[in-house]
């Protein structure tokens, strides 16, 4: 890092594409911060706010077996989600989808929620072989994307879940003060790119799980009126004292490390992306904690300089073998020119023309804030 300009609030840094500075040196990110922390502030508006969300759910969802859907991996902030929703009065439904990743622990604090709650819970559970196939294709696409088969196929169960249901809001664990702003060069998503990277590198039929297109999506969002809402956003979340009270109130467990509650995340944080493409997730998330006072700059460059993001070398030689690679597929994976979502069949240039009816859609809460402020500032 001593040879890239660092931005003088958080520890972004010209590693990250997209980055600006202004004339005191802070980056575009840290204004993108500043915006949502005005959209959704922590002072009696926001509690205002708040209190006018879970009116509307409860009003919407009256004589509903359910208000809204949480979605749950068994990590601190899908658990806290779910714990704020049930102390407010909500009546969620907890869904989970198992892409076959999940560790003991991450079983184990989902189960407990959920019981000690009184929460239902709805799994889906993804055809392993599938799931697989679809992993090692974009593994084998070489983009630092090889995670979002993951996150759409959560977000299409969520909204598909909450179709099934009845009801219009799905609460999830996202906060931009503590998982900092994704650069889009770093994670992209969409059903044309996560489908176009499967039909050139993978072999099997995608039948147990969906993989949302735009019409899909439209559906789901104008015609059903499903909301995403990025619940913790409208809280003072404390990532400390969330796993305080999750620890002491239900028997919640640590993984050992930021979305560790999945094995494939451990590896793909700790070991991929490091190691094929020197991107330190680290900076996202101690920047938010920064952006947000809940750690120093000292301290967040102090651990990224001189500590290069740990992994377990039994968590990497477990994923490989689970994947079904040998070494020689594995190192040219590693290996591999590196390449990006722009190399693939996406949305996007569909998405840049749509800028008006896109901020349009997040002004009416159709889509979350975050998605304007990542793809146009």
């Known amino acids: ?46 509690k205002r706010e708040l209190e006018k969300l879970i009116s509307k759910i409860k009003k919407e969802g009256k004589n509903k077996e359910y208000d809204c859907i949480v979605g749950v991996s068994g990590g601190r902030d899908s658990t806290y989600t779910l714990y704020l929703a049930k102390k407010l009065g909500l009546r969620p439904l907890a869904v989970h989808f198992d892409n076959g990743w999940n560790s003991e622990t991450a079983v184990s604090n989902i189960k407990n929620a959920t019981n000690k709650l009184g929460v239902d819970l709805h799994t889906v559970v993804a055809n392993w072989e599938e799931f697989k196939d679809l992993q090692k294709a974009f593994l084998r696409a070489s983009v630092s994307d090889a995670e979002v088969p993951t996150d759409y196929a959560i977000i299409s169960v969520l909204f598909q879940a909450a179709a099934e249901v009845g009801v219009r809001y799905a609460l999830n664990g996202h906060s931009f003060r503590t998982e900092g702003l994704v650069p ?3 994670t992209y998503m969409d059903g044309r790119y996560i489908r176009s990277v499967h039909k050139r590198f993978g072999n099997l039929r995608i039948t147990s799980f969906p993989i949302m297109s735009l019409t899909h999506l439209i559906y789901y969002a104008l015609i059903k009126r499903i909301t995403f809402v990025q619940f913790l956003q409208y809280f003072d979340y404390r990532q400390k004292e969330a796993m305080e009270l999750l620890e002491r109130e239900l028997d919640w467990k640590f993984y050992g490390g930021h979305h560790h509650e999945s094995v494939y ?13 020197n991107i330190d997730k680290r900076k996202l998330e101690y ?28 968590v990497v030689r477990y994923t490989i073998a689970k994947l079904g690679l040998n070494e020689n597929e594995f190192e040219d994976i590693m290996t591999a020119k590196r390449k990006t979502f722009r190399d693939y069949p996406t949305y996007y240039p569909l998405i840049k023309a749509s800028k008006i009816p896109i901020k349009i859609a997040c002004t009416l809460n159709l889509l979350p804030d975050i998605f304007y402020q990542k793809y146009f500032k």
């Open 1 to 46: 890092m001593n040879d890239q300009q660092i931005c003088s609030r958080c520890i972004y840094d010209t590693s990250i594409p997209d980055i600006r500075f202004d004339e005191k040196g802070i980056c575009n990110f840290c204004h993108v911060h500043d915006t949502l922390d005005k959209r959704f502030p922590l002072d009696d508006t926001g």
């Open 184 to 186: 889009k060069e770093w």
């Open 265 to 277: 995340t451990n590896f793909f944080q700790s070991y991929f992306l490091p190691t094929k493409f």
């Open 287 to 314: 920047s938010a904690l920064i952006r947000s006072g809940q750690m120093t700059r000292e301290a967040a460059l102090k651990e990224v300089q001189e500590n290069p993001y740990p992994y377990d070398k039994e």
